[in-house]
């Protein structure tokens, strides 16, 4: 995991398990003065968990928490991915055929690094030269944008910056979810104002892709997931 010191930072903060860890993370150990969270709207079902994002940038002390809408890309993405309302429906984890597990029917197209480009750009015209994402190395299915080498690539072409490149931090990626929450709960983090189902219910389904990890990763943690399930 990343262990130098920033000065000050951006982290990408999405209200699910991983982004708030991370935060978590970063506002204790990673990051010596003020951090800035951002949050987008891009047209996906659970936007529940934008509350969550609220919540927990106030919860460390964020100086600065956007959401940035960018609900056009619902029109523009919702026939390459089920997350986006209106698209395809959300599969369970156990109808996936083994080939759909390096980029099941919920990646949405090119999402991480529309998401980190715009956060580069906000980091740069605000000081800042260190952005913090949550990416994280996926127990059962899989996504090429958070990927080490996804990261390392995105790097090289923020570099290429003549007077204040960006570093995109991802401290988690080779990290599994089950490593993660036991991080979280070293941390203090409260799980119960995080949200990870992609239905966009309610309640959690319990059956969908990110349900099954994060209940696996509770599990194997040896503690209950506070959300409620269906």
């Given at each position: 995991m990343t262990t130098i010191p920033c000065p000050t930072a951006v982290a990408l903060l999405s209200g699910g398990l991983d982004s708030t860890v991370l935060l978590h993370h970063a506002r204790q150990s990673l990051v010596?003065?003020?951090?800035?969270?951002?949050s987008y709207n891009y047209g996906q079902r659970h936007t529940r968990e934008l509350d969550c994002a609220r919540w927990q940038a106030e919860r460390v002390g964020a100086v600065e928490h956007r959401v940035i809408d960018l609900s056009f890309l619902g029109e523009l993405l919702r026939g390459g991915s089920a997350l986006i309302a209106g698209g395809h429906d959300v599969p369970n984890l156990t109808d996936l055929a083994p080939?759909?597990?390096?980029?099941?029917?919920?990646?949405?197209?090119?999402?991480?690094?529309?998401?980190?480009?715009m956060?580069?750009?906000?980091?740069?015209?605000?000081?800042?030269?260190?952005?913090?994402?949550?990416?994280?190395?996926?127990?059962?299915y899989g996504y090429w944008d958070?990927?080490?080498?996804?990261?390392?690539?995105?790097n090289r072409v923020l570099s290429l910056n003549r007077n204040d490149p960006i570093t995109i931090h991802a401290p988690f990626v080779t990290m599994k979810k089950t490593e993660v929450v036991k991080l979280g709960l070293?941390?203090?983090?409260?799980?119960?104002?995080?949200?990870?189902?992609?239905?966009?219910?309610?309640?959690?389904?319990?059956?969908?892709?990110?349900?099954?990890e994060r209940l696996t990763a509770f599990r194997e943690a040896g503690i209950p997931d506070p959300v409620p399930y269906a």
């Amino acid at each position: 995991m990343t262990t130098i010191p920033c000065p000050t930072a951006v982290a990408l903060l999405s209200g699910g398990l991983d982004s708030t860890v991370l935060l978590h993370h970063a506002r204790q150990s990673l990051v010596s003065g003020r951090v800035l969270t951002l949050s987008y709207n891009y047209g996906q079902r659970h936007t529940r968990e934008l509350d969550c994002a609220r919540w927990q940038a106030e919860r460390v002390g964020a100086v600065e928490h956007r959401v940035i809408d960018l609900s056009f890309l619902g029109e523009l993405l919702r026939g390459g991915s089920a997350l986006i309302a209106g698209g395809h429906d959300v599969p369970n984890l156990t109808d996936l055929a083994p080939e759909q597990l390096t980029q099941p029917p919920t990646y949405v197209p090119n999402r991480n690094m529309m998401l980190l480009s715009m956060a580069a750009a906000y980091a740069e015209a605000s000081g800042v030269r260190d952005v913090f994402y949550g990416a994280q190395a996926m127990d059962q299915y899989g996504y090429w944008d958070c990927t080490v080498e996804f990261v390392e690539r995105i790097n090289r072409v923020l570099s290429l910056n003549r007077n204040d490149p960006i570093t995109i931090h991802a401290p988690f990626v080779t990290m599994k979810k089950t490593e993660v929450v036991k991080l979280g709960l070293s941390l203090g983090v409260d799980f119960s104002h995080t949200w990870s189902c992609y239905r966009g219910e309610s309640k959690a389904c319990g059956t969908c892709p990110t349900c099954v990890e994060r209940l696996t990763a509770f599990r194997e943690a040896g503690i209950p997931d506070p959300v409620p399930y269906a």
